[in-house]
Structures are given as C-alpha cells and as structure tokens.
C-alpha cells in the first residue's frame, strides 16, 4: 500500500509564493506519473500540474507561467512552487501518484489535501 503526505499549505498574500510537497511512502519502485490537483469551494476538483516519468510537464492555463512541477525520483516526492499567487488560486490542493509497486502492480493514489489560501 502507498501513502501519500502533503505539506507545505498555508496562507499567503496575493503576489507572494508558497512551495508544496509531496512524500510517497510505503512498498514503491517507482512512480510514473505525479501530479496536482485542487478544488475550490463549490467546485469541481481540477487539475493543475502533471510530471512524467520523462519529466515533461503539462498546465492547466490559468497557472502557466507561475507554477513548476518538479520530481525527485530517488525519493518519491512530487513538488509544486507556486509563484505570483492569485485569491482565484485558493483551494484544497490534492497530489496524486501512479507508479509502480514492488510486487509489480500499478498503483495510483491521493494525498490528503493540504489548504492554500491567497488573501490579503
């Protein structure tokens, strides 16, 4: 089983960054794909960012140009920086990770969610 834990949420003031991460844990060989979600009061959840295991990486267009999703394939983290924050980017951010387990068989899973809030 994999487990996913998010971390770096918080609130911050239109304009500044935050930084989050995401640590898969548990019987990995490796990840393919990782990515962000988030979701928005009253909203449907919406994706932000996807990395392969190429490391090409793909935006949605409201974030391109001040988010970066990066890898750290060693230790089966996800990372997503985001930079000149918008109030419309205030959600619940959810990553999620298709990989490869040791016993072989595919997997994908979600972290719990971490909250970011962009208000002044």
């Known amino acids: 089983q994999v487990q996913l834990v998010e971390s770096g949420g918080g609130l911050v003031q239109p304009g500044g960054s935050l930084g989050l991460s995401c640590a898969a844990s548990?019987?990995?060989?490796?990840?393919?794909?990782g990515s962000w979600y988030r979701q928005a009061p009253g909203k449907q959840r919406e994706l932000v960012a996807i990395?392969?295991?190429?490391?090409?990486?793909t935006y949605a267009d409201s974030v391109k140009g001040r988010f970066t999703v990066s890898r750290d394939n060693a230790n089966f983290k996800v990372y997503l920086q985001m930079n000149s924050l918008k109030p419309e980017d205030t959600a619940v951010y959810y990553c999620?990770?298709?990989?490869?387990?040791?016993?072989?068989?595919?997997?994908?899973?979600w972290g719990q969610g971490t909250q970011v809030t962009v208000s002044s």
């Open positions: 999620n990770v298709v990989g490869l387990g040791t016993n072989s068989l595919a997997f994908a899973s």
């Open positions: 548990g019987s990995i060989r490796s990840i393919t794909v």
């Open positions: 990395i392969s295991s190429g490391g090409r990486r």
